[in-house]
C-alpha cells in the first residue's frame, strides 16, 4: 500500500459529460502528480502541483483541469468527455520534485 | 528534446533465468534523474530505484541490479534468478529539470517468467 488514495475507482459515463476523480496524497507529500494511462499512450504525465501551486504541466487537454486544496488533496476534473478519454488515471504523490513518485491504485475511466 | 526509449516491448523467460530490461533516455540536462517502476497486474505503480545523473555508481537490492552509463545515456535494469511474482510491466522514467520539469516514462516493458 502506498498511501495514496484515489476515488473512485471506476466511474463510466457517457460522452459530453465532465466527472472529478480525487486524490489523497501520501501522510506529509506535498507534491501531486497526475497521470493518463491508455494502451495506445503509455503513461502521459498530466499535471504536478506542489504545496497549493501548479508547477508543471504536461500534455494535459484544456478540457481538463486540477487543483491540490489546502489539505494538499487533488482534483482532477474531465469535462466534454469523449470516447478517447477513456484511460487509467493515477495520481501519484512525492515528498519533491525531484524524488521518487509513490502512485495510487487509480481510477478507471469509462466513456461510452 | 527529452526521450525514453524501452525498445523491449516484451520479453518471455523461464523461472531462474537472467533477464535486462533496457531503458535509452535522451535530455540535454545535466542534471536529471532516473528511475524504474514495477506496475504488476493488480495495477499499481510501483517505486523501485531513483538515480541522479552524477551518480553512476550501480546498484544491487536482492535479485535487482541496475547499471547506469552517462556515456551511451543507458540505465539498464537486470533481474537474476527470475521468479513468476517479477512478471510485470516495468517502466524507465526521467525527471527533466531544465525550465519547466517534465516527468517522461518509457512506453514500459512487459515480462512475463513461466513457470
Known amino acids: 500500500d502506498s498511501g495514496v488514495t484515489q476515488t473512485p475507482k471506476h466511474l463510466i459515463t457517457a460522452t459530453g459529460q465532465r466527472v472529478t476523480l480525487r486524490c489523497s496524497p501520501r501522510s506529509g507529500d506535498l507534491s501531486v502528480y497526475w497521470y493518463q494511462q491508455s494502451l495506445d499512450q503509455g503513461l502521459q504525465f498530466l499535471i504536478q502541483y506542489y504545496n497549493g501551486e501548479e508547477r508543471a504541466k504536461g500534455n494535459i487537454l484544456e478540457r481538463f483541469s486540477a487543483q491540490q486544496f489546502p489539505d494538499l488533496h487533488s482534483e482532477l476534473n474531465l469535462s466534454s468527455l469523449e470516447l478517447g478519454d477513456s484511460a487509467l488515471y493515477f495520481c501519484?504523490?512525492?515528498?519533491?520534485?525531484?524524488?521518487?513518485?509513490?502512485f495510487g491504485p487509480g481510477t478507471r475511466l469509462t466513456v461510452t | 528534446a527529452q526521450k525514453v526509449t524501452q525498445a523491449q516491448t516484451e520479453i518471455s523467460v523461464v523461472e531462474k533465468e537472467d533477464v535486462t530490461l533496457d531503458c535509452v533516455y535522451e535530455t540535454r540536462d545535466t542534471t536529471y534523474y532516473l528511475f524504474w517502476y514495477k506496475q504488476p497486474p493488480s495495477g499499481e505503480l510501483v517505486f523501485l530505484i531513483r538515480r541522479n545523473s552524477f551518480d553512476e555508481q550501480n546498484e544491487i537490492s536482492g535479485r535487482y541490479s541496475w547499471n547506469f552509463q552517462k556515456s551511451t545515456s543507458s540505465f539498464n535494469f537486470t533481474i537474476t534468478a527470475s521468479q513468476v511474482v517479477d512478471s510485470a510491466v516495468y517502466f524507465c522514467?526521467?525527471?527533466?529539470?531544465?525550465?519547466?520539469?517534465?516527468?517522461?516514462f518509457g512506453t514500459g516493458t512487459r515480462l512475463k517468467v513461466l513457470a
Open positions: 522514467a526521467l525527471i527533466h529539470t531544465s525550465g519547466t520539469y517534465k516527468y517522461i
Open positions: 501519484a504523490s512525492s515528498d519533491g520534485p525531484n524524488y521518487e513518485q509513490y
